[in-house]
């Protein structure tokens, strides 16, 4: 959510508080916020670059050492194999400076098309949704605090309360004010307990019950025809596709009750303002992009899009997710959220960065693609990972581990040795969030300024630092030579200026005089669009488009051998691949090992008892996991949060299959089995890795094998 934070004090004993002025958490934060500074001079942090050596071990080395030892390498296995043997794997954690910074340095300094990023794994099926309906991918098309003025809301696939607490803010006065929350999870999250309806839906069957929504909307004449007509077009084929959706049936398909189905239809057809938002529930699916259209129909068909208090957005889930996705880190994409394909964008990129067009090299492969290419004949040899941990986010990890053991060289970016950089033959150690300047864009496409507190360690550089300190031993220096962020986001307003994310006329000057600036901001004098679709949409003719969905089976659905749904998703107390929550005592303390949650007759059904230490196993590889007994999940699911690497890395069992347009994997859905026979000493290991003294993301061998 990016709150706002007013910190003081030092690294070792920070002083930390909520900004009540920030009008974005307006002084709320969540543990993650409140715990966040303890990582800044946690004894893990790395103040040195780490080079293998000869025996094998990542040992300290000069900065001098560990560049050169990159740029020789870098060198041979370009000379060997082409422009293409580099490949750079970056962050939706990034800044925006960041970002635009890796995507110039790989298409410029390296000449490379391999360039992709974690956010493929978040916001990909949104986005491409988005543009597809829409014409244009901002996550929320209105300022959060929208939600509170909406009569009903449906929220799809998001646990708001734990993921994002202070958003919840907005939802608890929408609720005051006598509105109306539906959730859709198969879980009975803590945000579906305070909603007013929850509907537990099957997994992988969440096109189906936005087809039957949109159905009983139809039926009961609760669809805006004038908005209709006027602003969108398809609407005929999608009436006659969802003709076939009728409650009774999707009630078969979902396991939604018909009366819920109806009735939510209704909570959402008679209120005046109403709000469609989806999250990684329904989009992390090899559908992710149909699912999330079948619910854009629905805030169209309510003609709630571009009005205020309704319309439809997505929530995003790592701090600059949608910044991150602008400028240049998708394997497809310039800045400007300009496509490499078109011969116009690449032009305006080329002349800002003083390069032949034809030079940029032609669009890459998404990011599971890319990681699942590494090491072989037609992959990169070599990768730069900045700000991800893919060892564990990538879905099938024990294959993409494989593949990062296959490169002739691995150079990782990173505060601490995460279970990437452990396989690293180069680690760089970079500066933190309150070690370094810039900026970052919210959910709402709101841009803010990030601002240094402290001064990094002796030892630590900015990532703007390393780009430079790398262009400059591969020959390309003067592109890279920036004097600061300030500089740096200077071109990159350039670079974007004209494209569907313009952020031209923004500045860091403008955002410390404390400007509110949304994107798109063509100019200096332009105040920013914090609301966008009040008057048309930019598509050739002004309208929306309704899409015609027709929901699928998931890629894999249980069976005999293996009957259970397995999901995944996000805890209170734990972030992403827990590279850094994992070493904060507080957050331990809540969430201290990997688990499973099961519900109390499936537990019976296996003869498990809550503490037990299970085997849940798929077709991609098992995980190693302690039960937690509840009646929150589904009895025929299983939900496993992704927080941990080793033997409880939930992606260790996830299924890389892949939605055909955002090529997002279908991390929400696969068939599992509980098995009960854990040998002794994995139980022991499990507890002991993640009991560590040091509250170590494991740096510890059970955790960390080397590449030997």
């Given amino acids: 959510m990016q709150c706002g934070m007013l910190i003081g004090g030092t690294p070792d004993t920070p002083e930390l508080a909520g900004d009540g002025d920030f009008p974005v958490n307006r002084g709320a934060l969540c543990i993650k916020g409140w715990t966040s500074a303890g990582a800044l ?29 990159i740029a020789d390498a870098i060198r041979a296995l370009q000379a060997r194999y082409g422009k293409d043997a580099i490949g750079v794997f970056g962050s939706g954690a990034l800044t925006n400076e960041k970002a635009y910074l890796l995507g110039k340095f790989a298409r410029v300094a390296l000449g490379t098309r391999h360039i992709d990023y974690n956010g493929r794994f978040c916001m990909a099926s949104a986005a491409a949704a988005a543009n597809a309906a829409f014409g244009i991918d901002r996550g929320l098309p209105f300022p959060l605090a929208d939600i509170a003025e909406a009569e009903a809301i449906l929220l799809v696939g998001s646990n708001v309360a734990e993921t994002l607490p202070p958003a919840m803010q907005y939802f608890d006065a929408q609720r005051r004010a006598g509105g109306h929350l539906i959730v859709v999870d198969p879980r009975r999250t803590p945000t579906a307990a305070a909603a007013t309806l929850h509907l537990p839906l099957v997994p992988g069957t969440d096109g189906m019950l936005a087809n039957g929504l949109l159905h009983v909307l139809i039926r ?9 007509a006027q602003r969108t077009i398809g609407f005929a084929a999608v009436r006659g596709a969802v003709a076939a959706c009728w409650p009774g049936r999707v009630e078969r398909i979902t396991g939604v009750p018909e009366a819920d189905i109806v009735r939510a239809a209704h909570l959402l057809g008679r209120s005046r303002s109403a709000i469609v938002l989806t999250a990684r529930g329904a989009e992390q699916q090899a559908q992710g992009v149909a699912n999330t259209l079948a619910f854009i129909n629905i805030a169209l068909a309510l003609g709630q899009v571009g009005r ?36 116009q964008a690449r032009a305006h990129v080329a002349a800002v960065w003083g390069v032949d ?75 933190m969030w309150a070690e370094e300047e810039g900026t970052i864009t919210n ?61 031209r006329g923004i500045s860091h000057a403008r955002l410390d005089a404390g400007e509110a600036l949304y994107w798109p901001c063509p100019d200096e004098a332009h105040p920013g669009t914090p609301r966008l679709f009040a008057s048309d949409f930019p598509t050739p003719d002004g309208c929306a488009r309704f899409h015609v969905v027709t929901p699928t089976d998931p890629a894999e659905a ?25 070493r904060l005592r507080e957050l331990v303390d809540r969430a201290p090992v990997p688990r499973v949650e099961v519900h109390p007759v499936t537990a019976t059904q296996h003869g498990i008892n809550a503490g037990d230490i299970v085997t849940v196993r798929t077709r991609r590889g098992e995980a190693t996991l302690q039960v937690h007994v509840t009646a929150t999940a589904r009895v025929d699911t299983i939900f496993v949060p992704f927080h941990w690497g080793g033997l409880g890395s939930a992606n260790l069992l996830t299924n890389p299959a892949l939605d055909p347009t955002s090529k997002m994997p279908e991390f929400k859905v696969c068939a ?21 003294d040091g ?14």
Avoid at 316 to 323: E, L, V
Wanted: aromatic letters at 6%; glycine letters at 10%; hydrophobic letters at 40%.
């Fill in 41 to 69: 001079a946690h004894a893990d942090r790395l103040t040195s670059p780490l080079v293998r050596n000869a025996e094998g071990a990542l040992a300290p080395a000069t900065w001098d050492e560990a560049l050169d030892r």
């Fill in 308 to 343: 205020r208090g309704g319309g439809f957005g997505c929530l995003t889930g790592q701090g600059n997710g949608q910044g991150g996705r602008e400028h240049g880190q998708k394997s497809d994409q310039l800045p400007g959220y300009r496509s490499l394909r078109d011969p």
């Fill in 220 to 228: 009961d004449g609760l669809v805006d025809e004038a908005y209709i």
């Fill in 357 to 431: 067009p034809d030079a940029l090299p032609p669009p890459g492969i998404s990011a599971f693609e890319l990681l699942d290419a590494l090491g072989t004949d037609n992959g990169p040899r070599g990768l730069l990972v900045v700000g991800s941990n893919p060892a564990v986010s990538a879905p099938a990890a024990g294959r993409i581990s494989k593949r990062l053991r296959a490169l002739d060289l691995l150079v990782v970016c990173d505060f601490f040795v995460s279970e990437t950089a452990a396989l690293a033959d180069v680690v760089l150690p970079v500066a």
């Fill in 443 to 503: 959910l709402e496409g709101r841009v803010l300024r990030r601002r240094r507190v402290f001064a990094p360690p002796a030892g630590v550089r900015t990532d703007i630092e390393v780009l430079h300190l790398l262009a400059s031993r591969l020959g390309h220096s003067k592109g890279f030579a920036f004097d600061s962020a300030a500089a740096v986001f200077e071109e990159l307003g350039r670079a974007s200026a004209g494209g569907a994310a313009d952020y």
């Fill in 558 to 582: 249980p069976d005999r051998e293996y009957p259970l749904y397995l999901t995944t998703g996000r805890v209170l107390a734990q972030y992403q691949s827990g590279t850094q929550t994992r």
């Fill in 695 to 708: 509250c170590g993301v494991a740096v510890v061998p059970v955790l960390l094998d080397t590449r030997s």
């Fill in 672 to 692: 599992a089995r509980l098995e009960l026979r854990v040998p002794d000493m994995r139980a022991a290991q499990l507890v002991r890795a993640n009991q560590d």
